[in-house]
């Protein structure tokens, strides 16, 4: 299975922030790299798909990049309503799976 | 709009089998697969296998296999997920997913609203 590890763990920020995630493949994955956010108690939402897609209303401060085995997730200036955990996914091999999600926390 | 809504909570004890659904609309139920993935308390998300809604073939995770069963009721564009001989680390949030696919990378939306499965004696 291909092992997708996310840096950092948990990160504390304040709102205005510039965030940068990163998600790091076990093995080259091409572009099959999706970011998912997910607030508690809520299940995840999809933001951005292959690479730098971003989902139909997700707003602009979300950007995606990366190729091969590493990837980023930048949230601009980060909101409020963006305190909640991301996950990277792999789906270019089967199974698909995911990072250990990155927990957003107010500073 | 396109949504996916899942049946309700469950207890079950250590042994039985639990069976969720996941019931779509707005969008042609057999022209995508599903997906099902869930959580733990306080961990992360895990893939438990897919569907086609098309052609009804099904691949699990090897984690699940033998134990998990996906079925598809295009008449009622419903998802259903059967696991069997359930243990107490079978508690969980099992989320539905519709499985997105274009120029061969695959996505996962939207979700379903998840149903929490809880094992205990």
């Known amino acids: 299975d291909i092992q997708m590890t996310q840096s950092p763990s948990s990160l504390s920020a304040s709102v205005g922030d510039r965030l940068t995630i990163t998600c790091r493949a076990s093995?080259?994955?091409?572009?099959?790299l999706n970011w998912y956010q997910q607030k508690p108690g809520k299940a995840p939402n999809l933001l951005i798909y292959s690479v730098s897609n971003l989902q139909s209303e997700v707003p602009l401060r979300f950007s995606g990049s990366g190729s091969g085995t590493d990837f980023t997730l930048t949230i601009s200036s980060l909101q409020a309503e963006d305190f909640a955990t991301y996950y990277c996914?792999?789906?270019?091999?089967?199974?698909?799976?995911f990072g250990q999600g990155t927990k957003v926390e107010i500073k | 709009q396109v949504q996916l809504v899942q049946s309700g909570a469950e207890v079950k004890k250590p042994g039985a089998s639990v069976k969720v659904s996941c019931k779509s609309s707005g969008y042609t139920f057999s022209n995508y697969g599903f997906t099902w993935v869930r959580q733990a308390p306080g961990q992360g998300l895990e893939w438990m296998g897919w569907i086609s809604a098309y052609t009804g073939h099904a691949n699990y995770a090897q984690k699940f296999q033998g134990r998990v069963s996906m079925a598809t009721d295009t008449s009622t564009s419903t998802v259903y997920m059967e696991l069997r001989t359930l243990r107490s680390d079978d508690t969980a949030v099992y989320y539905c997913?519709?499985?997105?696919?274009?120029?061969?990378?695959?996505?996962?939306?939207?979700w379903g609203q998840g149903t929490l499965v809880t094992v205990s004696s």
């Open positions: 996914q792999q789906t270019y091999n089967t199974p698909p799976t």
């Open positions: 093995q080259s994955i091409n572009n099959n």
């Open positions: 997913a519709r499985v997105m696919s274009v120029s061969g990378v695959n996505w996962f939306d939207p």
